[in-house]
């Protein structure tokens, strides 16, 4: 935020707590000014904390004429406005998703909107490592380059599911689905260099401790958020080994965190609330946080931004085993730093995959 309306903002603030401070809330006339108080307060805090949580915007104007980018979970969300800029920018699209019906829709208002008939669909389930080799194999196949693999699919906060590998499923969409589909195709985008991998990760990746080598799959012990939490560490860590992996390559490895959005992905936080607050309160808190994020967290426009920086922009062209958030390169937990942790997620992530024994 700019230190302009942060101070105006500030200075209203506690001028209206102090003048609250000196009213009778016996008094009825009292009550209505400290109401008007609240709801002035609130209007003037409204533009500078949306400013502030709008974050940095992408100024890029790179053409992506002749690239190909590939976007996992593309029929929605961030992942959606992504593949729009990407297809405006006139690469040919790619949605990698698990719904063809939902894809195509996504698909064909982007065809519309931006005049890109360029824009494909294909088959991705990232909870089925059968369905991840197969959508690897088209795009083998078909595809005569890869500029860019966009790491965008994820799911938050789901009960204990289990992948069709036994995997749990949150760690197993969110970083053993990418894992292997990044592995398989970076013959391609070795091949397309310089290329760039985008991993979304989340700033969710900073509250947890580390990745739990001894319960990998949450058998003995399975907390929704905390598993949610460690998959985007997982992906921070990836991403982050995989540049390590892919020095001198041309192909760049990036992971980012989009900001708070009020997006499908929170199709399971009541539940996740649930928890917290017990049944009777969680809608009525469900709906407070909705009506949070929705009002001041950033708008699906806002929450691309990074990733469209990460995917186009030339000045991060070279850039490589960074974390980003709002546009600029950011340090990651230290956690997310934990470059033997990165490389034992890799070891133990190759065995369960199956792209060793
Ligand atoms: N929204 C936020 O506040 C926020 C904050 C930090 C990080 N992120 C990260 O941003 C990324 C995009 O999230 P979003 O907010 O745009 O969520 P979203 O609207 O729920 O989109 C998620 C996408 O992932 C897809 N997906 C889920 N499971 C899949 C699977 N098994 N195989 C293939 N695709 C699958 C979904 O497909 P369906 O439509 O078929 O379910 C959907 O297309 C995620 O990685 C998330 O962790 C989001």
């Known amino acids: 935020m ?11 603030l506690a001028a209206a707590v102090l003048y609250v401070f000196t009213l009778d809330p016996s008094n009825m006339a009292s009550l209505s000014r400290i109401a ?6 609130a209007a003037v805090l409204y533009v500078p904390v949306r400013r502030w949580a709008a974050g940095g915007v992408c100024e890029s104007q790179a053409r992506m004429d002749g690239k190909t980018v590939i976007i996992t979970g593309a029929n929605t969300g961030i992942g959606k406005v992504t593949a729009r800029d990407m297809a405006e920018r006139g690469a040919r699209v790619i949605l990698a998703c698990r719904s063809l019906e939902k894809a195509e829709e996504a698909a064909k208002e982007i065809r519309n909107q931006t005049g890109n008939k360029n824009v494909v669909v294909h088959k991705l389930d990232l909870a089925s490592l059968a369905s991840v080799r197969q959508f690897a194999k088209v795009i083998n196949d078909a595809e005569a380059s890869l500029d860019v693999l966009i790491n965008n699919a994820g799911v938050m906060g789901c009960p204990r599911w289990e992948t069709e590998d036994g995997f749990e499923m949150q760690f197993g969409v969110n970083h053993l689905g990418h894992f292997l589909l990044t592995n398989l195709l970076l013959d391609l985008l070795k091949k397309s260099a310089p290329s760039r991998v985008v991993t979304v990760s989340s700033l969710g990746h900073a509250f947890t401790s580390g990745i739990d080598f001894d319960d990998i799959n949450y058998e003995k012990d399975y907390d ?20 390590r992996r892919l020095e001198g390559t041309g192909v760049t490895s990036n992971s980012l965190h989009p900001g708070v959005i009020y997006t499908e992905l929170h199709r399971y936080q009541e ?41 186009v922009a ?3 062209q070279n850039t490589t085993g960074l974390y980003f958030s709002d546009c600029v390169p950011k340090e990651p937990s230290a956690a997310g730093k934990d470059d033997e942790a990165a490389a034992r997620l890799w070891d133990v992530s190759e065995r369960m995959v199956g792209l060793k024994s």
């Open 36 to 41: 008007a108080i609240v709801v002035l307060a």
């Open 2 to 12: 700019a230190p302009l309306p942060r101070i105006t903002a500030i200075t209203v």
């Open 314 to 316: 030339e000045e991060w």
């Open 271 to 311: 539940k996740l609330i649930h928890g917290a607050v017990g049944a009777r309160f969680s809608k009525v808190a469900n709906k407070i946080i909705e009506g949070f994020v929705g009002t001041f967290g950033k708008t699906m426009e806002e929450g691309a931004q990074t990733t469209i920086c990460c995917a």
């Open 224 to 243: 929704k958020g905390e598993s949610y939490r460690r998959s985007k560490l997982a992906n921070v860590l990836f991403s982050r080994e995989l540049a």
